[in-house]
């Protein structure tokens, strides 16, 4: 079995939210709450590009300085342009304050403070 490989919520699994580089996980429990919400309003599987991320890894990324995913309180979702604006309004009703489109890459992140 690989690292991480461990469901911890009816929908998603650990190793969705390891970082890119170097495999470090850190989660808000608050986030799967709030990803299980919203998959459940969607009503479509959800797939995640980005969980949490180490500092190193946010950099190379070129996120925020302060990104919320550095503390395991941020998602982004593959998501094609045309399915943005709905999912954008459902991760609001699920909870997520910081919600950001981005047309060009297929995805939208979701986060919370
Ligand atoms: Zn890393
Ligand atoms: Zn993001």
Same mark, same amino acid.
């Given at each position: 079995?690989?690292?991480? #490989?461990?469901?911890?919520?009816? @929908?998603?699994?650990?190793?969705?939210?390891?970082?890119?580089?170097?495999?470090?996980?850190?989660?808000?429990?608050?986030?799967?709450?709030?990803?299980?919400?919203?998959?459940?309003?969607?009503?479509?599987?959800?797939?995640?590009?980005?969980? =949490?991320?180490?500092?190193? @890894?946010?950099?190379?990324?070129?996120? +925020?300085?302060?990104?919320? @995913?550095?503390?395991?309180? +941020?998602? #982004?979702?593959?998501?094609?342009? #045309?399915?943005?604006?709905?999912?954008?309004? =459902?991760?609001? #009703?699920?909870?997520?304050?910081?919600?950001?489109?981005?047309?060009?890459?297929? =995805?939208? @992140?979701?986060?919370?403070?």
């Amino acid at each position: 079995m690989r690292l991480n #490989d461990i469901r911890i919520s009816p @929908h998603f699994k650990l190793r969705e939210f390891q970082c890119g580089c170097c495999g470090t996980v850190k989660l808000r429990p608050e986030l799967i709450a709030m990803l299980e919400a919203l998959r459940a309003l969607w009503g479509r599987p959800i797939s995640l590009t980005s969980g =949490y991320r180490c500092e190193q @890894h946010n950099r190379a990324v070129g996120g +925020a300085s302060r990104s919320l @995913h550095m503390a395991g309180r +941020a998602a #982004d979702i593959s998501a094609r342009p #045309d399915e943005q604006k709905p999912l954008r309004l =459902y991760a609001f #009703d699920a909870g997520f304050t910081e919600v950001i489109c981005g047309e060009e890459k297929n =995805y939208i @992140h979701v986060g919370f403070n």
